[in-house]
């Protein structure tokens, strides 16, 4: 009933299964292993059409996190997924600002959320970042405000948020913008999609 | 072009369109407010249809928890995604073994995946634990093995892995089992929707 197959090997294995279900679908050779990355973290093909990517998204994105950069994300649990071993490796952390107390306060203060709040302060960061939303739509909202701005010059915006309300919208803002961007269209996405983006990425540099 | 809303209401605008957009179809009362919340978690209404639930699985897993039931998982972001602050309130504690560095050396020199071992260290738990499995399937088929050999008595076993070797099968293992369980039938599943099921209980039992 089972497959016999060695830890080390599952991964391998589940890669050509997902090779040899997409068939003849073409994929393009610099998204290949994002797509396909995506697709083992959610068996959902969907995401061979939904996924959106700026010339030379991922090779942008590669680059800089070869040079350290850093990661900002707006759940716990994109951070929890995030290899931050490698991203350690390279000289980058990840950073989520979510559950920062004084984060919290502001935003209630303001009548905002918390994804805004957070935005701001990744902002402020001096080194540049890769931007991974797997939830809020206001942090893409937010992060397309602040770079019209002037304020922020993200490396690489990963737009991938789950849901009902403003999803689609915040992830069509970044559809014809100059900045380095993968959109996961539509409503489907989440946080586990944003780190498995990260980690396509990563695995390309070290395994 | 959005939906001005406050932060506060977006989770109910979102489960008012979820519900608007199942249109007729029915849903069983127990079990509604987990299979909606995959759905918010994920925005696949595919779950409507994969998500299998044994008698009163759902009303059990609340009877457990607010007892104060731990709860036990295969990932990292599982652990993150769980409402931590409602499940210590009622008494629990959410545990993953995965990354303690006396799992990965038993598993390397066993030759098995880290999962077995950590499922085994959980057997040895002397609280009741919920089982939130969104990755592995080799830990759902470790503890059906421990189940059937009477070392593990669960309150409920959450089994969505999510993949492409040995996991539907995995799944499968459960579906006659009289062991409380909440199970996603096929490919799908993840760390997201093991998070996502256990916290619709922890709300339902506390807001």
Known sequence: MFENIKPMDIEKRSF???TELLGDTQ???ENELVIKRVIHTTADFDYVENLVF???????GIAALREGCDIVTDTQMAKAGINKTILGRLGGEVH???SDPDVAA???ERGVTRAIVSMERAAQLSRPCVFAIGNAPTALIS???LIEAGKLDPALIIGVPVGFVNVVESKELFLDSPVPHIIARGR?????????ICNAM???IMR
Chains 1, 2 share one sequence.
Request: aromatic share 6%.
């Open 16 to 18: 050509a299964i997902i």
């Open 106 to 108: 502001e935003a209630k």
């Open 27 to 29: 994929l393009d050779p």
């Open 54 to 60: 700026s010339p030379h998204a991922v090779g942008k």
């Open 143 to 145: 992060l397309h405000e």
């Open 202 to 204: 990563l695995y390309q």
């Open 188 to 196: 489907k996405g989440g946080s586990n999609v944003a780190a498995a």
């Open 96 to 98: 989520c600002f979510m």
